[in-house]
């Protein structure tokens, strides 16, 4: 594999501006090839430690590598560079998915190495790497199998510790094609031993249970939070191919169980995130999901200019009520460049915005105390994606299918807000993050947009207790 040729690549790439209306300018996103994944999600030396899964020899599921990009504040990032290559007999058919840990000076990284056999036949190995200096150094494999009982279907580790003692949860499928964690217990970081399947009451969600992570939430609950595949589409539920989301509850970890947990509930009910992972910074859960979705390849158009898919940008998560809340990371504040708009209460009847750019933050807060039905809608020319919510029945829907390209379909989640609606957007080129009442939902979307104009429209009569937007500063990449 040519890697010189991909850095010359990666150089010449960010030495011209891409003019391309599909660019995003402030989520990560590559200059060429597949991204999906984030994974290894750190702090480490005074930096954020961004890295993913990523093909850069194509647009397609293969040679996955892990790409690594660096910040101190989602600003200015360092030009994306190739950390794990498949390469090795443990991992050669792609470093997959896992997370990272600091242990003293040393950034360790844990990642499943997958290989495909002469028959073809699967095998999942739980690899480490460690990082010191600004070097990497693969250190071969820590776990060679899945136990008895477990298909090959085993992998994207991560790390937690507690009382001293690491753990490391992996997905897993069971002989019977059950999704599953299984935990793995260390006292040195080094030598793993299998402490046993992490028991919840759920038996039946799906197939596959992808990058499980362990999230302290507070003094006495974790949250257990992984990418399901398999689920039967609900009304309000489950309506993308693969989904995320969590259970919270008690963690014993003397027989791995998760207790008195909540139900399953997806963290993001938009069409385009899966594989979640998070880290703890300066006392903040923080996360970072993939904008994409497997299988659904067909549906992501930048492909035909050579790239595809990119990372949501840090959401903080907190726990409230037995749910995570998601709210934007406070630096991002950084990325504003200029507010252009700033109201307060103000009645509006059809009111329509006109914004020259497509790269916004947006706050919205309007008055239900009046109002039923809001319609929200963003305008390209003539092609919308809309936002519908009913108050009397408590439900909010994501329509896409007025865009000509890209997937279409809506999406239904049931969501209360009595006094007031209130969504915060981030709108880039060809994606869209949208927080709702407070971070207790969130939709976040890929669109292609024929035209480069932008209108926001609020259909209805309404009170606008506030608006501000703000136009967005572009990321940089090694500048
Ligand atoms: C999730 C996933 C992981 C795997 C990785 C491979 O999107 O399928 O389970 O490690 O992607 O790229």
Redesign the pocket.
């Known amino acids: 594999m040519d890697y010189k040729k991909i850095y010359q690549n990666i150089e010449e790439y960010y030495s011209y501006e891409d003019k391309n209306i599909w660019r995003n300018k402030f989520h990560i996103e590559m200059p060429f090839g597949l991204v ?2 984030p994974n290894g999600l750190s702090y480490y030396n005074g930096e954020y430690y961004i890295f993913y ?1 990523w093909n850069p020899f194509g647009c397609e ?1 293969k040679t ?1 590598h892990w790409g690594l990009v660096k910040t101190k504040d989602f600003i200015n990032f360092t030009k994306p560079e190739i950390i794990l290559k498949p390469e090795e007999w443990f991992d050669k058919n ?1 470093c ?3 997370g990272a840990y600091v242990k003293d000076d040393t950034l360790k990284l844990f990642y ?1 190495g ?1 290989v495909k056999d002469s028959n073809n036949e699967r095998k999942s190995y739980q690899c480490m790497v460690d990082y010191k200096d600004g070097s990497f150094e693969k250190k071969g494999v820590l776990i060679d199998k899945q136990p008895e009982g477990y298909t090959a279907h085993f ?2 580790p991560m790390i937690f510790v507690e009382n001293e003692i690491y753990y490391m949860i992996v ?1 897993v499928q069971t002989e019977d094609l059950k999704g599953r964690a299984l935990i793995y217990k260390s006292d040195d970081i080094n030598k793993w031993s299998f402490a046993g399947e992490l028991k919840t009451d759920v038996d039946n969600l799906g197939y596959m249970w ?2 499980p992570n362990i999230i302290k939430v507070n003094e006495d609950k974790f949250a257990f939070m992984f ?1 399901p595949q398999g689920l039967k589409e609900e009304e309000f539920k489950y309506q993308n191919i693969y989904q995320s989301g969590y259970l919270i509850g008690e963690l014993n970890f003397d027989d791995v169980s998760l207790n008195n947990h909540t139900e399953f509930k997806e963290i993001d009910m938009g069409f385009d995130f ?2 979640p992972q998070v880290f703890n910074h300066d006392g903040k859960n923080i996360m970072i999901g ?1 904008i994409g979705m ?1 299988d659904k390849d067909d549906e992501y158009l930048s492909s035909e200019y050579g790239w595809m898919f990119g990372l949501t940008m840090p959401r903080v998560l907190e726990y409230k009520d037995n749910v995570l809340y998601q709210r934007p990371l406070e630096l991002l504040e950084e990325l504003r460049e200029s507010k252009i708009m700033d109201l307060k209460n103000q009645y509006v009847d059809d009111y329509s915005i006109n914004i020259n750019s497509r790269t916004i933050e947006c706050n919205l807060d309007l008055d239900m105390n009046n109002s039923n039905n809001i319609e929200l809608k963003f305008k390209f020319k003539d092609e919308y994606i809309s936002i519908l919510y009913n108050k009397e029945d408590e439900i909010c829907t994501l329509d896409r299918n007025n865009m000509e390209f890209g997937g279409k379909g809506i999406r239904k989640f049931k969501l209360k807000a009595n006094k007031s609606l209130k969504l915060h957007m981030f709108i880039d080129n060809s994606f869209m993050e949208i927080y709702y009442q407070d971070g207790l939902e969130t939709t976040t979307l890929v669109y292609f947009p024929k035209s480069d104009s932008f209108e926001i429209e609020i259909k209805n009569s309404v009170k606008i207790n506030e608006l501000q937007i703000w136009n967005l500063r572009r990321i940089n990449y090694g500048k």
Do not use: L
Request: glycine share 14%; hydrophobic share 10%.
């Open positions: 999906n994944d899964q599921h996955k792609g997959y998915s896992g499943t997958n992998r994207d997905g992808e990058c990418s899966y594989a993939w497997p």
